[in-house]
């Protein structure tokens, strides 16, 4: 045996050949790859409508609940309808903003989460596109929405 790379007959081993993809696999390849670049493209600013459409909902509820809760005279609402206003609305609390004066109207007992909280009031302007990635973000890494 001369060569090592020899095999028992003295004949040296098969040439491995790349693997050659043809027309219709670059093809094929290039068509999957066009068509989930258009699934993301369609995907995220439809998701972000969704969550915007859904944020606008909740916030009409809000209102509607804030205004039924102002109504009242002097205040007064009876605990178990203001409770069952915010079941309604699905909401913890309640506030109104007249003029430059935020009222508090109901609240449940909760403890508040700064650090969420006051990330969503310094976002001043929302992008779809953040408002994708952020929904995106939410349906993976947390629980159903309320």
């Known amino acids: 045996m001369n060569d090592s790379q020899d095999d028992i007959y003295g004949q040296p081993p098969p040439k491995r050949e790349r693997l050659r993809i043809g027309l219709s696999g670059k093809l094929l390849l290039l068509t999957v790859l066009f068509v989930m670049v258009a699934e993301v493209m369609i995907y995220v600013p439809s998701i972000a409508n969704f969550r915007i459409m859904w944020l606008t909902d909740r916030l009409a509820a809000a209102h509607t609940a804030a205004l039924v809760l102002d109504a009242a005279p002097s205040g007064m609402v009876p605990e178990s309808l203001a ?3 915010l079941d309604s609305v699905g909401a913890k609390a309640v506030a109104m903003k007249i003029g430059q004066q935020r ?3 109901v609240r449940r007992n909760f403890s508040v989460n700064w650090t969420e909280s006051s990330r969503r009031s310094t976002s001043s302007k929302l992008r779809p596109l953040d408002i994708g990635y ?3 973000a939410r349906i993976f890494l947390s629980g ?3």
């Open 103 to 105: 009222r508090l109207l």
């Open 134 to 136: 952020s929904s995106i």
């Open 144 to 146: 159903p929405m309320m």
């Open 83 to 85: 409770m069952q206003i």
